[in-house]
């Protein structure tokens, strides 16, 4: 198998942004981005960063950060803290 990929603040923001253009261009299926949107993001990837990514691998980083995100709006939430 191979490595984990080590993704850098710069990789997960062009990830992000790259994600949130094709959320708000073509929409969602179900939980998860299109094919074709996953392909554009590796090529985003490669691009400018020369990343050879597989689907798996970018949407990982991407549920990751999802569940992340999810677990602060929680916490905050049960805090109350702004």
Same mark, same amino acid.
């Given at each position: ?7 850098? #603040? ?49 949407? =990982?980083?991407?549920? =990751? ?11 905050? =939430?049960?805090?109350? #803290?702004?």
């Amino acid at each position: 198998m191979g490595e984990k990929q080590q993704w850098s #603040n710069d990789h997960l923001k062009c990830l992000l942004e790259t994600c949130i253009e094709e959320i708000n261009t073509v929409g969602r299926k179900g939980l998860s981005l299109h094919k074709d949107s996953w392909n554009k993001l590796g090529k985003v990837l490669k691009e400018k960063f020369g990343l050879d990514l597989t689907q798996k691998q970018m949407k =990982n980083a991407y549920d =990751n950060l999802k569940a992340k995100y999810v677990g602060w709006v929680y916490l905050k =939430n049960k805090t109350s #803290n702004i």
